[in-house]
């Protein structure tokens, strides 16, 4: 979907509020399920379910591709949002099994450096596909690909240690009533969680209304031709810098930090969340008046906003296990 909204807006003939809801049923579908994986996950294999999540995730995306009908097209997103709760809430629990300590910050900084960046390579691949097809949807159709050999590597190569393997602690599942109860006692996971929220739901809507917004922007400025393709095309790219630099920062200046301040993880992220707030409210003002400064804005607000992403799993993994 990323880099395509305004072409599928124009081919379901769909307002804003319809455009939004597609996001909305994702984020619910996702919100509803990653519990649900997170249960199973401690349960059975975790190999198992990431293939399932992957395999969901690219098949719903291609037939999504095809479907001519808005509610149908709808559908698909939710699925969608099924298959992304699997494997995004499980792979932090496998990383947290092979490794422990400093390194563990690495591991878990390399996976979510991978997130703003595929979420950029995703608007330059899909602007780039649909305008070499003339067809928004071969925007759908390429990135399954990649699925397909996420899917191959994670069922036939990847490691599903035991529970607490990297600390030789003989973890066992216990009811999902006792989990839910010690999760809601624990003011690490829960203000951790719901600061986190507020992150997403920042990332959610610039990554969701960010092209659309800088290409309105740029279409009040005179004699100014510009194209939706152009902007998601630059958009992805200032959002896989920012989050190429953002994560491993953030991660490396937790583990700089920390000998000096144990409490520096949270400051971390606190900063990031304070920083990026008022440059980004400022990128959406000056879109109008100059794009280029307006994208300069994004670029630190979203550097200071990636900031958050590894050290928000690693105090997760700590106050919880």
């Given at each position: 979907?990323k880099?395509?909204?305004?072409d599928?807006?124009k ?13 909305t049923v ?9 519990p ?17 999540g992957?395999g969901?995730w ?7 591709s ?12 939710g ?18 099994d092979l ?17 703003p ?10 602007s780039?596909?649909g ?11 390429i ?14 190569f990847m ?5 607490g ?9 216990t009811?999902y ?11 690490s996971f ?6 986190f929220?507020?992150?997403?739901f920042?990332t ?11 290409f309105?922007?740029?279409s009040?400025?005179?004699d100014?031709?510009v ?19 953002g ?8 583990q700089r ?13 606190g900063?990031?969340?304070l ?10 003002i ?16 979203m ?7 590894a ?9 919880v296990f």
């Open positions: 979907m880099g395509v909204l305004v599928v807006k081919e379901f003939d769909i307002g804003d509020d319809k455009a939004g809801f597609l996001q994702f984020v619910v579908a996702y919100m509803v399920f990653a649900i994986f997170g249960y199973l996950g401690d349960r059975y294999s975790r190999r198992v379910i990431m293939s399932f992957v969901l690219s098949m719903t995306t291609l037939l999504g095809f479907a001519h009908d808005f509610a149908f097209f709808t559908f698909f997103r699925l969608v949002g099924i298959g992304e709760a699997s494997y995004s809430t499980i792979a932090p629990t496998i990383i947290s490794f422990v300590g400093n390194i563990r910050s690495k591991m878990l900084a390399f996976f979510y450096f991978a997130i960046v595929g979420s950029g390579l995703g608007y330059i691949v899909g780039l596909a305008a070499a097809a003339g067809n928004w949807r071969w925007g759908l159709r990135t399954p690909i990649l699925g397909a050999v996420a899917l191959v590597l994670i069922y036939f490691q599903d240690p035991p529970r393997h990297a600390e030789d602690s003989q973890m066992k599942p009811s009533r006792q989990d839910i109860r010690a999760l809601i006692r624990n003011p829960m203000l951790s969680t719901l600061a929220t507020c992150v997403a920042v959610g809507a610039l990554a969701w209304w960010g092209p659309q917004f800088i309105l922007g740029l009040m400025q005179p100014v031709d194209s939706i393709g152009g902007v998601s095309y630059k958009f992805g790219l200032v959002c896989m810098v920012a989050g190429s630099l994560v491993p920062l953030g991660s490396w200046l937790a930090l920390r000998a000096h301040m144990p409490d520096c993880d949270p400051l971390i992220c900063f990031g969340l920083a990026s707030a008022p440059v980004i409210f400022f990128a959406l000056t879109v109008g008046y100059h794009v280029g400064l307006s994208y300069l804005l994004i670029f630190v607000g550097t200071t906003l990636n900031l958050t992403w050290i928000v799993a690693d105090i997760i993994l700590v106050s």
